[in-house]
Antibody
């Protein structure tokens, strides 16, 4: 059974940094692309970033490009999202999401974690 | 404003059939597969339909998907109260090099 467990969310001041992690289990980690998708409570879904199964290709939404960095640790089967220069509009629930294939954009998100809340406020 | 356009809400009586539309462009739906997600209140989204019309294992066959040109649709037949949820369409956008979602449709079972 696929399990995705996010951690690292919390309250951070504008301009600050935060690192989200997602511990993955129940599948061959290096065979699947991984994504981060966020959702402002009560609002719609917004894709944030994706990384291929090999880690060789990364993609970002324009809204976070240059501020967020996605990475994966194959030794720990963990996905990360390094978030810098945080803004109030980054406040959202961040979901870790497993792709259906090893290539970002080929198939889409198949499994989702339960999410971790990031609040950017002074 | 979302790249993919969905109606904000739909409603129908139990045991009836409802469809939810998703409109895009040639850079997304017109050239790539569409996925549909169901989000129950307070829960994470769940994959409902992938590759336009395929049901993942475990998803009820009351759900079906279709696509024509730059538009896609999700149909739910035999509506049940537990189908009340938010539904989202998604597709890869070649111009943006990223996934785009519809704004979501809230289904109410009357």
């Amino acid at each position: 059974e696929v399990q995705l467990l996010e951690s690292g969310g919390g309250l951070v001041q504008p301009g600050g940094s935060l690192r989200l992690s997602c511990a993955a289990s129940g599948f061959t980690f290096n065979s699947y692309a991984m994504n981060w998708v966020r959702q402002v409570p009560g609002k719609g879904l917004e894709w944030v970033s994706g990384i291929s199964g090999s880690g060789g290709s990364t993609y970002y939404a324009d809204s976070v490009k240059g501020r967020f960095t996605i990475s994966r640790d194959y030794s720990k089967n963990t996905l990360h999202l390094e978030m810098n220069s945080l803004r109030a509009e980054d406040t959202a629930i961040y979901y870790c999401a497993k792709d259906l294939s090893g290539v970002v954009g080929a198939s889409g998100v198949g499994s989702w974690g339960q999410g971790t809340l990031v609040t950017v406020s002074s | 404003q979302s790249v993919l356009t969905q109606p904000p809400s739909v409603s129908e009586a139990p045991r009836q059939r409802v469809t939810i539309s998703c409109s895009g462009s040639t850079s997304n739906i017109g050239n790539n597969a569409v996925n549909w997600y169901q989000q129950l209140p307070g829960k994470a989204p769940k994959l409902l339909i992938h590759y336009d019309d395929l049901l993942p294992s475990g998803v009820s066959d009351r759900f079906s998907g279709s696509k024509s040109g730059t538009s896609a649709s999700l149909a739910i037949s035999g509506l049940q109260s537990e189908d009340e949820a938010d539904y989202y369409c998604a597709a890869w956008d070649d111009s943006l090099s990223g996934w785009v979602f519809g704004g979501g449709t809230k289904l109410t079972v009357l």
